[in-house]
């Protein structure tokens, strides 16, 4: 009797001619998260095994399916010779000893004379004759044994279902580029574009020496983090300093944060395109901050032509946050290491933003493209994997 993982696939069988690029694209993304483990995958449209892993392995071969988009739920199973006995005393042995159970069977070897009802009743029957505290209940039951009989001779037995992350794979979607800051949001911003399909790239801006070295380690913790669900991530660590230093000498302080701002989408914009980004990707969250008014969205995204994603703009920060803590980013993004956006912070953000003023506040800064091109060109690239 050999232990196998049955994995079921999400939206995917949706998307008619499509289908079969996101198949690939979801085995490439399993195969990917596998590669630690000796093992072998195959699958099919709908359903996808893993086979022949060290049995000590199972628990954390299944933690990292869990994190892998375009899953819909994975199952334990054990695989045997399609044989009345041999499932009878299997389905007895790895049930509960007791509660309300039912057996689900599933036919595709139709050789097979009975029908699943007929084998149902037959192994629950068993079941219950084995265990005088075990009752059949159809609707409520605490546990569901299920039999998948097989065309090719054998069955899988399995009673857990564990929820999968759902969404696309990775891949499917596009590219983004993902403005991460150390904070709360944008690892969010990430993993919800992420289950949309999208392939993440990133960048972060950081004023050394105000912010310290270990504020770029923190985000490259919270980027490693995000590893399992968005596969791998380019990150590109622009030195925004002296961009800073020329706002705060040109421009009024009240306008400091939106025209900083406002260079990081242009920076971003480029960034974006040289690696065939079709989205540039933010964390903000409507109304969170003074920067994050529609008037201050708009002041900073008339800057860019590609489409921007929030995909966080409608949610409150509590439910930003009981989803970092379920994928693991909280903890690191609370650790308090300072951001450039805290840099220069001025008393009186600007709430309302006029674009006029911001443009003619900028145009007082000389060198502006050349600041960009030097930041860009002296960005940091790390590869997470
Ligand atoms: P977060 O929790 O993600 O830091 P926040 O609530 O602190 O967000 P802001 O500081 O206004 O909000 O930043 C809004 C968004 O701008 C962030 O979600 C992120 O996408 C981007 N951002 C802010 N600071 C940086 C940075 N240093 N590098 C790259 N992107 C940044
Ligand atoms: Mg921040």
Known sequence: ??????????????????????????????LAALKDFSCRFSGTQNRMYVEGYELDEEAAIIKRLCCVFGISSISPAYKVKTEKQTLKNLCDEISPKQGTFRVTVNRADKR??????????????????????????????????????????????????????????????????????????SPIAAYRMAKRGVKTFAVHFHSYPYTSELAKEKVISLAKILVPYCG?????????????????????????ITIMRRFM???????????????????????????????????????????????????????????????????????????????????????????????????RIENRDALIDSAISNAEIIKLK
């Open 232 to 256: 791998e991530i380019t990150l590109f660590v622009v030195p925004f300093t002296d961009i800073q230093y020329a706002i705060k000498e040109n421009c009024p302080i009240e306008y400091m």
């Open 112 to 185: 097979i004379q009975s029908t699943s009802m007929e084998i149902a009743r037959d192994i629950g029957g068993y079941m219950l004759s084995r265990q005088k505290d075990r009752k059949v209940d159809l609707f409520t039951f605490d546990f569901e044994v299920n039999v998948d009989i097989r065309e090719n001779g054998y069955s899988y037995v399995f009673y857990q279902k564990i929820p999968g992350q759902g969404g696309l794979p990775v891949g499917c979607g596009g590219n983004g580029l993902l403005l991460l800051s150390g904070g709360i949001d």
């Open 1 to 30: 009797m050999e232990k196998i993982i049955l994995i079921r696939v999400g939206e995917l069988f949706l998307k008619g001619n499509n289908r079969h690029y996101f198949t690939s694209c979801l085995k490439n993304n399993i």
């Open 265 to 363: 989408m242009r920076i971003a914009e480029r960034i974006a395109l040289d690696n065939k980004c079709g989205a540039i990707i933010t964390g903000e969250s409507l109304g969170q901050v003074a920067s994050q008014t529609m008037e201050s969205i708009n002041v900073t995204n008339s800057v860019v032509s590609l489409p921007v994603f929030r995909p966080l703009i409608g949610m409150d920060k509590t439910e930003i946050i009981e989803t970092a803590q379920r994928i693991g980013t909280f903890d690191t993004s609370i650790l308090p290491y300072e951001d450039c956006c805290t840099v220069f912070l001025p008393k009186n953000p600007v709430i309302k933003p006029k674009i006029e003023w911001a443009k003619q506040y900028e145009e």
